[in-house]
């Protein structure tokens, strides 16, 4: 009774490992019509697909797009596009982005999601204006973003870049406009940009040196995990900036910041992480001059002639833990700070539970706490 069982097994097995080869000597077989195809009919010819191309590119980014030339070769196995002269048109029909160069690879999703997709796509060059108009309406490559809002008016234009593997921009100028505010140009100069998707996890490296009275070069970076950029409340991971040659009051003139925040200059980078959406961590290592900021409403300025030293803040629970590494400072006043190691920890008040907190230093008086902790927002009941 067994053995016809098995019999019948066997020869099914066979059957199916006979169809399943045949399948996959299908696939090998429309695999390889496609890149021969492509590589003897379609890539050699590109120019004659010129039309289409313009028409697929206009519809994923939703904009219009001229292209001066198609050049066409093959990098591995993908094919890869060498665009020249490109120009990305905004709502009104004027250059919003001009592009010397624009070197891509098409990667193979492209056949699977029915949309234009890049293994690889580098913009040597490109020349960028941002501008925000007298209403507080910015505009970046014809894509405008309502300020009151805070929602961009083409949302899918902005999911459209996550679906990338990599995206590189080298020797990029962008000028920033605001006549909202009625200052000159800004100038960022030699902006070098990278972003890495791979799935929900995006990572970018943006340098950049900004123009400014005193020029200032930042290097910003990023490791992030995230699905749409319509729901930012559910990303999380790591943040990180340096700044060098920053002041504060210069920037003034065309960024709004903070009111708590009067005047400081230097250099200083910052670690933040990121939890549903939130800063809920920052690391600060800073070397700064002429400092004046407050750090709540009711309590008095902080007035530094100089300030050194690693401040690190974070969430604990519904409390707060804040501490320092080497932080030197001298107040206006005369106070000085020598190189101190501090750790503060603050829970609130909960239920019956009154607010408490922990001060420890590895060198540091009472008297020198006392004048500290007159400047941070830490409140009894």
């Known amino acids: ?86 120009k990305v048109l905004d709502a009104r029909g004027q250059v919003a982005v001009e592009l010397p160069r624009l070197h891509n690879t098409v990667a193979w999703s492209t056949l699977i999601a029915g949309e234009l997709r890049f293994h690889s796509l580098e913009l040597a060059s490109p020349d960028l204006l941002v501008r925000r108009d007298a209403q507080g309406k910015i505009s970046v490559a014809g894509i405008t973003a309502d300020a009151q ?27 920033w406009q605001d006549d909202m505010r009625a200052k000159p140009p800004l100038e960022f100069r030699d902006v070098e940009l990278r972003i890495f998707n791979r799935g929900e996890r995006h990572r970018f490296a943006l340098h950049t040196l900004i123009a400014t009275k005193q020029p200032s070069r930042i290097d910003l970076r990023g490791d992030l995990y995230g699905d749409s950029l319509t729901n930012l409340n559910e990303w999380q991971g790591e943040l990180f900036a340096q700044l060098d040659g920053v002041d504060v009051t210069d920037w003034g003139q065309w960024f709004a910041l903070p009111e708590s925040v009067k005047s400081g200059a230097g ?109 941070f927002p830490l409140e009894g009941d």
Do not use: C
């Open 149 to 175: 809002a805070g929602v961009s008016s083409d949302a899918s234009t902005s999911e459209w870049w996550l679906r990338h593997s990599n995206i590189i921009v080298r020797g990029g100028h962008v000028v």
């Open 267 to 375: 250099k200083a980078r910052v670690w933040l992480g990121l939890s549903r959406g939130e800063i809920d961590r920052m690391d600060i290592d800073v070397d700064l001059h002429d400092v004046n900021v407050k750090l709540a409403e009711a309590l008095p300025r902080l007035d530094m002639p100089s300030l050194s030293g690693r401040l690190a803040w974070a969430h604990a629970g519904e409390g707060l833990d804040v501490s320092t590494k080497g932080l030197a400072l001298r107040l206006r006043d005369g106070f000085v700070l020598k190189p101190t190691d501090i750790t503060i920890q603050y829970s609130p008040k909960e239920g019956y539970r009154s607010a408490s907190g922990e001060v420890s230093a590895n060198a540091l008086d009472l008297s020198d706490i006392n004048t500290l902790l007159a400047y």
């Open 1 to 86: 009774m067994l053995k016809p069982v098995l019999r019948h097994t066997a020869r099914g097995a066979r059957h199916v490992g006979r169809f399943t080869r045949w399948v996959f000597l299908l696939i090998a077989v429309a695999g390889a019509s496609v890149l021969l195809l492509l590589r003897y009919a379609i890539l050699p010819d590109i120019e004659r697909y010129h039309a289409d191309i313009v028409a697929a590119s206009s519809h994923a980014l939703g904009r219009t797009v001229e292209i001066g030339r198609i050049e066409a070769d093959w990098n591995g196995l993908r094919p890869q596009l060498l665009l020249s002269d490109v």
